[in-house]
Structure formats: structure tokens, C-alpha cells
């Protein structure tokens, strides 16, 4: 079984712009979430798609949003890029139980640097 | 609001050796905790998942442990070698329905030849 697959890989971008990540979930798993890690901070939670809709949403500005589609691939999108969001970004994907107790896949990253 | 603490942050040891890492959290309302390794310039690796009723659970030479009440998680490591060299991260999942996990920092470790 394929894993979660993210494109594109590298990315770069000049301050101002906008991007879009895509992520590929395992085939079979509704749920999809996104994080940002930065050596700083860490891993944080973006946010989180199922059956297209967004369940959950972390603390970043409205420059961040996302989106899933009825194959439950989904997409993020920064706008107005700063260079603070010069990070990895990763999504997971998981076939949610009824108690939400399925682990999480994660795919490789987009490594996005804006200069 | 649910906190991670990984600790030590780095690590290194000799081949062979038998270690643990720490992980605690401050919320005890969690659905699961996960266990990941993390390799260079790479994404996350699932290793275990804890379900909160659940004392431990095995894989290889792996276990890792909840103590939910004092908020406590352990990986044990047996045996360690030069290719358990990475970063292991802990997150727990809290009560509420979301997929939303909260990760430490990571414990960053090398393992000498």
C-alpha cells in the first residue's frame, strides 16, 4: 500500500507569494491533518480534513488555509508569504475509528524556504 | 492546553546499549500517545501508538510504556545501533474527537559505532 505522498518536495518562493502543498493520503483513510515544523517551534498543528471538512484548526493566521476533496487528497495553501514560514511542512493521514484512535501516517514533507 | 516535554533533548551512546527516553504531558485526558522517529531532512516515521487504557506495547526491540496518571511515557531502546541514530518524537492525542496530536520537541540520538 502506497504511503501519504506530498508534492511538490522543495520549494522556493520570494516574500510575497503564494504557494499551494499537495498531499496524497494513504488510499482508504478520510482524515488528513497538517503541521509545520520549524527547529524553533517544533511541530504544530495547522489543520485537520475529514470527509472535507475542516474538524479542527490550529493557532496561525487566515494566510493559511486548506482544503480536501472528495478523494480525500487535500491541499494547503500560505498567501502573502513571510520569511517566517520558511519551514517543513508535513501531512498525515489516518483512518479514523470511532474513537479517533487509528495512528497517524506521516509523508515525507514540503521543504518551503521563502527568501 | 496540552504540554510536551521530551527529555534529555540530545543523547549519545554506544552500540549496544540498552536506553530510554522520557516523554511527559501535563493533560492525563488523552485518547493515545505515539511515538515517531524522525530521520534528517525527512518526515515522520510511526513506531508505537499507546491507546490510553493500554500499559504498554512491543515492537522488536522497542517498548514503550504509559503511566497516564503521572503523565508519563518511556521508549525503550534495546540494544541500540548506529541505524537507531534520529530523532524521536512523542505526541499525544487529547480527548475530543480530532486527529489534532501535540508533539514534544524530540529527543535527538546518535549511537557510536
Known amino acids: 500500500k502506497a504511503g501519504v505522498t506530498q508534492t511538490p518536495r522543495y520549494l522556493i518562493k520570494t516574500r510575497g507569494q503564494q504557494v499551494t502543498l499537495s498531499c496524497s493520503p494513504i488510499?482508504?483513510?478520510?482524515?488528513v491533518s497538517w503541521y509545520q515544523q520549524t527547529p524553533g517551534q517544533g511541530l504544530q498543528f495547522l489543520f485537520e480534513?475529514?470527509?472535507?471538512?475542516?474538524?479542527n484548526k490550529g493557532n496561525f493566521p487566515g494566510r493559511f488555509s486548506g482544503r480536501q476533496f472528495s478523494n480525500s487528497r487535500s491541499e494547503m495553501n500560505v498567501s502573502t508569504l513571510e520569511l517566517g514560514d520558511s519551514a517543513l511542512y508535513l501531512c498525515a493521514s489516518s483512518w479514523t475509528g470511532a474513537q479517533g484512535n487509528s495512528p497517524l501516517h506521516f509523508g515525507n514533507g514540503t521543504r518551503l524556504t521563502v527568501t | 492546553k496540552q504540554e510536551v516535554t521530551q527529555i534529555p533533548a540530545a543523547l549519545s551512546v554506544p552500540e549496544g546499549e540498552n536506553l530510554v527516553l522520557n516523554c511527559s504531558f501535563t493533560d492525563s485526558a488523552i485518547y493515545n500517545l505515539q511515538w515517531f522517529r524522525q530521520d534528517p531532512g525527512k518526515g515522520l516515521t510511526s513506531l508505537l501508538l499507546i491507546q490510553s487504557s493500554q500499559r504498554e506495547q512491543t515492537s522488536g526491540r522497542l517498548n514503550a510504556s504509559l503511566d497516564k496518571s503521572s503523565g508519563r511515557s518511556t521508549l525503550y531502546i534495546a540494544a541500540s545501533q548506529p541505524g537507531d541514530s534520529a530523532t524521536y518524537l512523542c505526541?499525544?492525542?487529547?480527548?475530543?474527537?480530532?486527529?489534532?496530536?501535540?508533539f514534544g520537541k524530540g529527543t535527538k540520538l546518535t549511537v557510536n559505532p
Open positions: 505526541a499525544v492525542r487529547s480527548r475530543g474527537g480530532s486527529e489534532k496530536l501535540v
Open positions: 488510499s482508504g483513510h478520510r482524515s
Open positions: 480534513y475529514f470527509s472535507e471538512t475542516q474538524r
